[in-house]
Antibody, heavy 119, light 107 residues
Framework: EVRLVESGGGLVQPGGSLRLSCAASGFTFSDPYMDWVRQAPGKGLEWIGRTRNKANSYATDYAASVKGRFTISRDDSKNSLYLQMNSLKIEDTAVYYC??????????WGQGTLVTVSS | DIQMTQSPSSLSASVGDRVTITCRASQGITNDLGWYQQKPGKAPKRLIYAASSLQSGVPSRFSGSGSGTEFTLTISSLQPEDFATYYCLQHSSYPGTFGPGTKVDIK
């Protein structure tokens, strides 16, 4: 059974940093691309970034809203995905989901972790 | 970026009804489209990928169709557990973009 568990969310001040983690199990973590998607309270879904696999040089893509501030990485030896978030803004407040990608889009999702940016 | 629109934004339906949701892309995306179901407080669940392929484990009452710029999600006979919000997602070009969602509630 595929399982994805996010952690690391919490309250942070504007301009601060936070690192989210996603622990994966139930599949060969090194194979698929992995995604981060977020959802602001009461709003829709926003696909914020993706990391490819080793065969594709772990290349990453980011949405314009987070490019230059957020960094996605993965550690295949630890079956873990990370999202380093810097220069956080109030509008980054959201539930952050990690997802296993298959056939070009998020297939299985974690339960999400809430990030609140507030002073 | 490719913009996605969905219609209707919400609908009320009864158990057993046939429900159709439409998603339109601002430019052609071939069949690079998925459909997701989200219930309150839960993570989204993928129902359809590649516009018309049913995700493993998803009931056959769900179906998807379309290509290019217009796509539909059909629920052939609405069940109580289907009341939720539905999103389309294009992944033809990065960043992928979700539609704004369609909320399906009980009539």
């Amino acid at each position: 059974e595929v399982r994805l568990v996010e952690s690391g969310g919490g309250l942070v001040q504007p301009g601060g940093s936070l690192r989210l983690s996603c622990a994966a199990s139930g599949f060969t973590f090194s194979d698929p691309y992995m995604d981060w998607v977020r959802q602001a309270p009461g709003k829709g879904l926003e696909w914020i970034g993706r990391t490819r696999n080793k065969a594709n040089s772990y290349a990453t893509d980011y949405a314009a809203s987070v490019k230059g501030r957020f960094t996605i990485s993965r550690d295949d030896s630890k079956n873990s995905l990370y999202l380093q978030m810097n220069s956080l803004k109030i509008e980054d407040t959201a539930v952050y989901y990690c997802a296993k990608d298959w056939n070009g889009s998020p297939e299985y999702w974690g339960q999400g972790t809430l990030v609140t940016v507030s002073s | 970026d490719i913009q996605m629109t969905q219609s209707p934004s919400s609908l009320s339906a009864s158990v057993g009804d046939r429900v159709t949701i439409t998603c339109r892309a601002s430019q052609g995306i071939t069949n690079d489209l998925g459909w997701y179901q989200q219930k309150p407080g839960k993570a989204p669940k993928r129902l359809i990928y590649a516009a018309s392929s049913l995700q493993s484990g998803v009931p056959s009452r769900f179906s998807g169709s379309g290509s290019g710029t217009e796509f539909t999600l059909t629920i052939s006979s609405l069940q109580p557990e289907d009341f939720a919000t539905y999103y389309c997602l294009q992944h033809s070009s990065y960043p992928g973009t979700f539609g704004p969602g369609t909320k399906v509630d009980i009539k």
